[in-house]
């Protein structure tokens, strides 16, 4: 909790303040997850965490978008990295990939697009509190 959301919370408050007292516009970018709803088995307190960032990224976009401060998230599917490959066992491997259309998991690379329409004034100006998911269709999938 104190990692991923509650960081993210300092993070706002301090440039969002920053922001709003100079006069700024902007963009802020959290970074949630497919996680933050429907929870994922295993990982009770980072889906928990995650879901308070949708809420927070919302919230924030509701009371700074008067201001000129849009807030959005990126929620990435499934990128392995060293903090995710313990409790990626060969079973929930298969979970996985028979719930991703596109069969594999995301390259970190692929999260730049996103991020980079979503810091853009021009390209992104009417978007705000939105969870831009980044995630081969994994929430597309039902059974």
Not at 6 to 30: T, Y
Not at 83 to 100: G, P
Request: one cysteine or more.
């Amino acid at each position: 909790m104190a990692v991923n959301l509650k960081s993210m919370f300092l993070a706002c408050q301090v440039f969002g303040k920053q922001m709003i007292d100079g006069g700024q516009k902007g963009s802020i970018i959290n970074i949630s997850s497919v996680s933050s709803g429907p929870p994922l088995s295993k990982v009770f307190t980072y889906s928990l965490s995650k879901a308070g960032v949708n809420n927070m990224t919302q919230w924030l976009a509701n009371e700074w978008a008067t201001q000129g401060i849009r807030v959005n998230a990126i929620a990435p599917g499934f990128f392995p990295a060293e903090q995710n490959r313990k409790i990626l066992t060969k079973e929930r491997v298969d979970d996985i990939m028979r719930h991703t259309p596109m069969n594999r998991f995301g390259e970190a690379e692929e999260l730049v697009g996103a991020t980079i329409w979503l810091a853009s004034e021009k390209a992104s100006s009417f978007v705000t509190g939105a969870i831009i998911r980044v995630d081969g269709g994994y929430t597309a999938k039902t059974i």
